[in-house]
């Protein structure tokens, strides 16, 4: 490989295979090439000993970028349920493992890179809880896949409920890396005023129903986290 440049498939590889994961590990399959050279489609899978997943846990398309000014994206399909031939079916969200699973797939997204979590029709409850926070006005933040991309370092959102144009794709929500520090502090400035005002106004008109009580959760979490930094 000596002289060869980098392609996206090789950077999957090395920033996911053999990842451990509570007890599993991370495999990388099914790779081919995008639209672009810079482009590659992937599907990742758990493995428990000898056993790998009947489906994958992911189903992506990851952009390495090109050159400073075109970040590196990922969007992706994520399924938390897994089965194993002979073994009981596993939940990543049930098991308190989907975060470090998202940590993982933003390790290759860098300053100014976006990840871009698929929510709509999708059979987990992550997925339709996440589509029910957006429609009701949570903050991104505060939606269950939004909660993981923010405890991955990402701090902006764009919530693609309705794509502009056939290459959108599926409806998503986006979250973007800062660029600079410069940007982070603002970003969680303006994360701080948006779930603060959720905060009151749950608080004043009373938690109606679980979700919104798991979403206030997650929004008080976050901003007692940034207070935290702040000390």
């Not at 973007?176 to 940007?183: A, C, D, F, S, Y």
């Amino acid at each position: 490989m000596a002289g060869r440049l980098y392609e996206p498939s090789d950077l999957l590889r090395e920033g996911l295979e053999g990842r451990p994961l509570g007890g599993l590990s991370l495999k990388v399959r099914d790779l081919r090439r995008g639209r672009t050279d810079r482009e590659a489609y992937f599907n990742l899978y758990l493995a428990r000993r000898d056993s790998l997943s009947r489906k994958p846990v992911v189903q992506g398309l990851f952009f390495m970028g090109r050159d400073e000014h075109i970040r590196p994206w990922m969007e992706f399909r994520y399924d938390p349920l897994l089965s194993f031939t002979g073994r009981e079916d596993i939940d990543l969200e049930e098991e308190g493992l989907s975060g470090e699973l998202f940590r993982l797939l933003g390790d290759l997204i860098p300053p100014g890179g976006s990840l871009m979590a698929i929510y709509g029709a999708e059979p987990h409850r992550l997925a339709r809880e996440t589509e029910r926070g957006l429609k009701r006005g949570f903050p991104p933040m505060a939606t269950p896949l939004g909660y993981h991309l923010w405890r991955a370092g990402f701090r902006w959102f764009k919530d693609w409920y309705f794509p502009e144009g056939w290459l959108e794709g599926a409806m998503k929500l986006q979250a973007t890396r800062p660029l600079n520090e410069e940007v982070r502090v603002r970003r969680e400035t303006e994360a701080r005023l948006l779930l603060e005002k959720f905060v009151d106004r749950e608080q004043r008109d009373g938690v109606r129903d679980p979700e919104s009580r798991r979403a206030l959760k997650r929004a008080e979490e976050i901003l007692a986290e940034l207070d935290g930094a702040r000390v």
